[in-house]
């Protein structure tokens, strides 16, 4: 019985899927639909125009005024904001558009509509059903990635440096990878790091237009990134000549992740939720398959970011620039598997994703939770009320 109810509900998604897939503006449809669906589960608590001074916007707006300057100096090492220093994308496109912390937030929420309307347009292109897609974008949108330029209003622009790497992966022109690439390097370091999985991606996607190995290493969009990795490490040391900066790296190493140990797997885990299995799903194809150049690149680039989120107190934070894998999980199933199989798969993605929620997990904090839209009336009206 129970069963047979699930698969009621999986049926209508499924026709609901194909519903908003078909016709004009499909993509875009599918887009906002998961968009209202992610955000009535995981309501921000208020909207922008959120008091800078209580919201950490003091040094970015600093920065806004005086893009290259040491925030090393300016504050103590053990604060966030004495990491700030390299992280200028978005503090100098608000010193160039004289943007302050509304005008930003504003542009961070455009953002994030572009990555909703991406995800579902590069789902759309490797399954070719709506029903997929729309399972895709719940399984993404419903995380840390996907809500990342919503939820949040203190200044981290994780969600800023996500879009920046989706738009990577969705344009193959290296003229639109290079400097998207550049740009999410200097919106936060992790962004660079994930750059790698932009770099599997392009060359997955050449190996499967039946280059060799060794030549999809050098193709255009491979040889657009490596550009864009040499571009950042350039800038960044002509900066630290010019203006004598510095960042601190304080709350990483081996003495925060022995502190942290007990929370390391729900902080991973809260990173992309269901676009684990997808991502596990996908080491396993490419093994089969015996790609051992993607799978190898693949699982380093996997390594190498997991490493990097458990060796600092945002743990999730951290975890959530695995994003990109799922993107290269989606286009290796789709290369490998049979379109039931694959729209099963995603629906097994979005539910965990939708029942696992949308919180936080920082060092050995307690977590904390996003509530749905209805809890936030309860709560406003409460509020009112007392």
């Known amino acids: 019985m129970a069963i047979e109810f699930l698969g009621s509900i999986y049926d209508r998604f499924v026709r609901l899927g194909d519903f908003l897939g078909s016709g004009r503006f499909a993509s875009l449809k599918l887009a906002l639909f998961s968009l ?30 005086q893009p290259f300057q040491n925030m090393a100096e300016r504050y103590p090492h053990d604060e966030h904001s004495a990491k700030l220093t390299f992280r200028i994308t978005m503090p100098v496109l608000g010193h160039y558009l004289g943007l302050g912390p509304v005008g930003l937030c504003i542009v ?25 897609t729309l399972f895709f974008c719940l399984a993404v949108g ?31 022109h290296p003229a639109i990878i290079l400097p998207t690439l550049f740009l999410a390097a200097f919106t936060d370091e992790r962004g660079f790091i994930a750059s790698s999985l932009v770099l599997v991606f392009h060359i997955h996607q050449a190996v499967r237009e039946g280059k060799p190995a060794p030549r999809a290493l050098f193709c255009a969009p491979a040889l657009a990134v490596y550009v864009s990795w040499a571009a950042y490490f350039v800038a960044r040391m002509a900066m630290t000549r010019a203006y004598g900066l510095d960042t601190s790296d304080s709350g990483t190493g081996l003495d925060v992740l022995f502190a942290q140990w007990a929370t390391l797997r729900f902080g991973l885990w809260a990173g992309i939720d269901g ?32 490493t990097v989120a458990i060796l600092i107190t945002d743990i999730n934070r951290g975890a959530a ?23 099963g798969l995603l629906a097994a993605a979005a539910f965990v994703s939708l029942a696992c929620g949308h919180y936080q997990v920082h060092g050995d904090k307690p977590f904390w939770a996003f509530y749905s839209l ?5 709560q406003f009206l409460y509020s009112a009320i007392t």
Request: overall charge positive.
């Open 108 to 132: 961070q929420y455009a953002l994030g509509l572009l990555q909703f309307y991406l995800l579902a347009a590069l789902a759309r292109r490797f399954t070719g059903e709506g029903a997929a």
């Open 321 to 343: 620039y695995l994003m990109p894998a799922v993107l290269v999980a989606l286009a290796v199933l789709s290369r490998t598997e049979k379109p039931a199989p694959l729209r």
């Open 374 to 378: 209805p809890a936030r009336v309860v």
């Open 275 to 306: 676009g684990w299995l997808l991502v596990l799903v996908a080491l396993i194809a490419l093994w089969r398959s015996n790609a051992w150049l993607p799978l190898l690149m693949y699982a380093g680039s996997i390594l190498v970011l997991m």
């Open 36 to 65: 209202s669906v992610c955000l009535f589960l995981a309501f921000p608590s208020r909207l922008a125009n959120r008091s800078p001074e209580t919201e950490g916007w003091e040094p970015i707006i600093e920065l806004i005024e």
């Open 142 to 172: 419903s995380t840390y990635p996907g809500l990342a330029c919503f939820n949040y209003t203190h200044p981290y622009f994780d969600g800023v440096a996500l879009c920046l790497l989706t738009v990577a992966i969705c344009f193959r």
